[in-house]
T-cell receptor, first 116, second 114 residues
């Protein structure tokens, strides 16, 4: 079982509210990721980080922002939630590949967000 | 365009039966192929990872195969159990960057009935 945690697991919130989804890992991994997944669809990378003070946007455009002040913590923030943000958000981390082919990504349990 | 296609989209089998899930990909340059199991409401959990030189890998009742020439992979589940009910996701990684970009399939939703 991977040591990566996400809170809250479920969140129902009204339009316009600011929310922060928490993600933390205790494995000391430098690389961390946020994915968005809709039912029956593939995961889409929305943010990633190579390490402390490093954040990059992923392939899927997202109005969310992330920060990486500590190695173990990678929170995602939505300044003003909208119904279009309703989705499942998955956080992941990976160790540094000695070979690019050998690294493993470990996923958290996800946060199911519903914006009404 | 780098893509990962999985079939079937969904599958129902009886407990104790075997099944095979398929994955076709167009990702290039290829680094590795992974199969993940995702239970409802949970994050994906890795089952197998195969590199270019590997054509089969087992993890208990799960056996994955890879044909890098035809860019096809399969996941065979033997003697299915109720706990195998989940989405099985094929993920392909490229060698194009240090990030090791991952391309996800949409998954095959497997339901095992008693």
């Amino acid at each position: 079982e991977a040591d990566i945690y996400q809170t809250p697991r479920y969140l129902v919130i009204g339009t316009g509210k600011k929310i922060t989804l928490e993600c933390s890992q205790t494995m000391g991994h430098d690389k961390m990721y946020w994915y968005q997944q809709d039912p029956g669809m593939e995961l889409h990378l929305i943010h990633y980080s190579y390490g402390v003070n490093s954040t990059e946007k992923g392939d899927l455009s997202s109005e969310s922002t992330v920060s990486r002040i500590r190695t173990e913590h990678f929170p995602l923030t939505l300044e003003s939630a909208r119904p279009s943000h309703t989705s499942q958000y998955l956080c992941a981390s990976s160790d540094d590949p000695g070979l690019p082919s050998s690294y493993e990504q470990y996923f958290g349990p996800g946060t199911r967000l519903t914006v009404t | 365009k780098n893509q990962v296609e999985q079939s079937p989209q969904s599958l129902i089998i009886l407990e104790g039966k075997n099944c095979t899930l398929q994955c076709n990909y167009t990702v290039s340059p290829f680094s590795n192929l992974r199969w993940y199991k995702q239970d409802t409401g949970r994050g994906p959990v890795s089952l197998t990872i195969m590199t270019f030189s590997e054509n089969t890998k087992s993890n208990g009742r799960y056996t994955a195969t890879l044909d890098a020439d035809t860019k096809q992979s399969s996941l065979h589940i033997t003697a299915s159990q109720l706990s195998d009910s989940a989405s099985y996701i094929c993920v392909v990684s490229d060698r194009g960057s240090t990030l090791g970009r991952l391309y996800f399939g949409r998954g095959t939703q497997l339901t095992v009935w008693p």
